[in-house]
Structures are given as structure tokens and as C-alpha cells.
């Protein structure tokens, strides 16, 4: 009786997307990028040149009256789906959305400081760890998105781990117990008056379970950010905190600021520091982690050349763990 069930669902499922087809508008878009790269003295650059093709395709269409909008993004080969997402525009509900890696929740502001080209801590060893907020992640993810008095909501829900599971599979009983959920809430100073603000702020929970072993408690993520734009410029701080909630696990305090600069409408430039003090045990001593980068763009139509240099010590709370790199990037829209 299972399986009978399961037949008509999938039948009623192939008749919906035929109907849908023949109602939305799908577009295609991609891009191309070409890479220079050049690890520190204590690495082996070998090869430096890549290169990393995207193909997108984007469909929207009506169905019972609400707007069903899917997109999904393939990096380097057909055959993988980097990030994908369905959403469902209600008008004044809202948004939601499932997600498989287009990004939701506090992940979407884990480092919104200016910048010309790539993050400061963009290719160097261990960053996406140290100071960058997330609870929930972006893969398997429930989303809802609001906006109300030009202040937008979004917030992410993760059952069990953020994994990319295909239809009729599950990720496995191993993290059951690792829920987690998130929220950011975004906007600009127009209502108060403050022209060229942007502001946002976040929050989000996992509970334990979350694969750093046993009799672990709750990891809690927050920030919050304020960009400020005068003329070409744009100055920008973020303040961001992460209690690990497990034993032996160093807490993570950053504070981080850019200054981005429009030369002309071609050309800009930025610059950025970071530090992330990892605050250790009562064993241990505290580390404060520092980086800095800058980065440069030059745009001509559908064609960029970009360049950055990043640096950093004591990388990921390691003392005397120093790591560089240098990334010259041309990348082609169409």
C-alpha cells in the first residue's frame, strides 16, 4: 500500500511540473573565472593557474496563485549541483524557501565589511572557522524572508545536519540531535534620518549533538554590523561572538572593519582588518588571531580584473601559525 502511495504522489508530482513548465519564464546565465594564485614561502604553490566555470538557471512561474521561483547553480562540471533553492513568494506573508547552499539566516551577514574583490580571510588556512557566524548553515535548510517597514527578516531552520540530500534520502541518525536555527534581521538608516547607513544584526542556536562529542550544550552564534557610504567611500565595523557551548572549545570574539573605495566607475579598491581573540580553557591561554587585506577591481562590461592580497598570524587561534596569499582573478559574465 506504501508503494502504491508512493507511485500516485510521484505521478501527481510529474503532472505539477508539467503544468508549471509550460507557465514559467527560465533564464540562463553563467560566468568563468580565471585564477592567478601564490601560497606563502611555507607552502607549495606548484600549478597557480585555475580556472572555475558557473552555469545558473533561474525559473519563476505562477502556481495557485503564488509566485514558485527555482534556481539552482552548477560550479565546474555538470554533473555536481553546487546550491540550489525553491522558494515561494506569499506577497505580504512573506517568502519561504528550501535551501541546498544559495545561503539563509545569519549566515548571509557572517562578514558584510567592504570590500573590493574577495573577504580578507579569503584562501588562507583554517578562516572558514575562525569569526564567521552560522548556525544552521545553508544546505537542507528551511527559510522564511520578510521585510516590513523597510526591515527584512530572515531566518533559517536545520533538522539533523546541514547536508544536500537528494529526494527519499535522509543524512543519517549520526546528528538527529544537531537542530539548529538563526536569524538576521537587515535595513538602512532612512527612517531615523541617516542617509548612507546600512545596518544588521543576528543570532542563532545549535544544539548539541553537533559531532564535538558527547554531553555538549547548546553553541550560540551572534552579530552585528553598520556600513557607512559618503561619496565613492564606504566604511564599515562588525562585532562578532561565538560561544562553542563544549568543553575544552575556545570561545571566538572578532571585531573587523574595511574602508572601500570607488576610484571611478571602473576602478575601486579596499582595505580590511580583522581580530578573533580565541578565548581557551582554563588550562590553556587565549589567542587573538590578526589579518588584514587588501583588494582591487577594474570592471569593463562583462569583464573583471581583480586582485587580492591576504595575510594573517596566529591563523585559527594556533600561535605562530602564519599564513599569505596573493589571487589575481579574471572572470568573464554572460
Known amino acids: 500500500m506504501n508503494n502504491l502511495k508512493k507511485v500516485g504522489l510521484t505521478a501527481l508530482a510529474g503532472s505539477l511540473a508539467a503544468i508549471s513548465a509550460n507557465a514559467a519564464e527560465m533564464s540562463v546565465s553563467g560566468a568563468s573565472v580565471l585564477t592567478y594564485t601564490s601560497e606563502d614561502s611555507s607552502e607549495t604553490t606548484g600549478n597557480p593557474f585555475g580556472m572555475k566555470t558557473n552555469i545558473g538557471f533561474t525559473a519563476s512561474g505562477?502556481?495557485?496563485?503564488?509566485?514558485?521561483?527555482?534556481?539552482?547553480?552548477?560550479?565546474?562540471q555538470f554533473?555536481?549541483?553546487?546550491?540550489a533553492r525553491l522558494s515561494v513568494d506569499m506577497g505580504d506573508m512573506g517568502t519561504?524557501?528550501?535551501?541546498?547552499?544559495?545561503?539563509s539566516g545569519l549566515g548571509t551577514i557572517d562578514d558584510?565589511?567592504?570590500?573590493?574583490?574577495?573577504?580578507i580571510w579569503d584562501g588562507l588556512d583554517g578562516l572558514t572557522v575562525g569569526g564567521l557566524v552560522g548556525a544552521t548553515g545553508a544546505s537542507g535548510v528551511i527559510n522564511y524572508v520578510n521585510t516590513i517597514s523597510d526591515v527584512t527578516f530572515n531566518g533559517?531552520?536545520?533538522?539533523?545536519?546541514?547536508?544536500?540530500?537528494?529526494?527519499?534520502?535522509?543524512?543519517?541518525?549520526?546528528?538527529?540531535?544537531?537542530?539548529?536555527?538563526d536569524f538576521a534581521l537587515t535595513g538602512t538608516g532612512d527612517m531615523a534620518g541617516l542617509e548612507g547607513v546600512s545596518w544588521g544584526t543576528g543570532y542563532g542556536e545549535v544544539d548539541g549533538g553537533t559531532g564535538q562529542g558527547s554531553g555538549i550544550s547548546t553553541s550560540k552564534h551572534m552579530t552585528v554590523f553598520a556600513n557607512y557610504s559618503m561619496g565613492p567611500a564606504t566604511?564599515?565595523?562588525?562585532?562578532?561572538?561565538?560561544?562553542q557551548g563544549a568543553a575544552g572549545a575556545a570561545d571566538e570574539r572578532t571585531n573587523a572593519w574595511g574602508l572601500a573605495v570607488n576610484v571611478n566607475e571602473n576602478l575601486s579598491i579596499s582595505y580590511g582588518e580583522r581580530e578573533v581573540e580565541f578565548n581557551a580553557t582554563s588550562t590553556g591561554t587565549d589567542v587573538t588571531e590578526n589579518g588584514e587585506g587588501i583588494a582591487v577591481?577594474?570592471?569593463?562590461?562583462s569583464m573583471k580584473i581583480a586582485g587580492n592580497m591576504n595575510e594573517v598570524s596566529d591563523n585559527n587561534g594556533t600561535a605562530a601559525s602564519n599564513d599569505s596569499m596573493t589571487e589575481i582573478a579574471v572572470s568573464f559574465a554572460f
Open 62 to 76: 505562477e502556481v495557485n496563485g503564488y509566485t514558485v521561483s527555482y534556481m539552482q547553480t552548477t560550479a565546474d
Open 79 to 83: 554533473a555536481g549541483m553546487s546550491s
Open 96 to 103: 519561504i524557501a528550501f535551501d541546498q547552499g544559495s545561503g
Open 112 to 119: 558584510k565589511t567592504p570590500t573590493a574583490a574577495e573577504e
Open 156 to 181: 533559517a531552520y536545520r533538522k539533523g545536519a546541514g547536508t544536500k540530500n537528494a529526494d527519499g534520502a535522509s543524512s543519517g541518525a549520526a546528528a538527529d540531535n544537531a537542530n539548529a536555527w
Open 235 to 243: 566604511f564599515g565595523y562588525q562585532i562578532s561572538d561565538i560561544d
Open 297 to 301: 577591481a577594474y570592471t569593463m562590461g
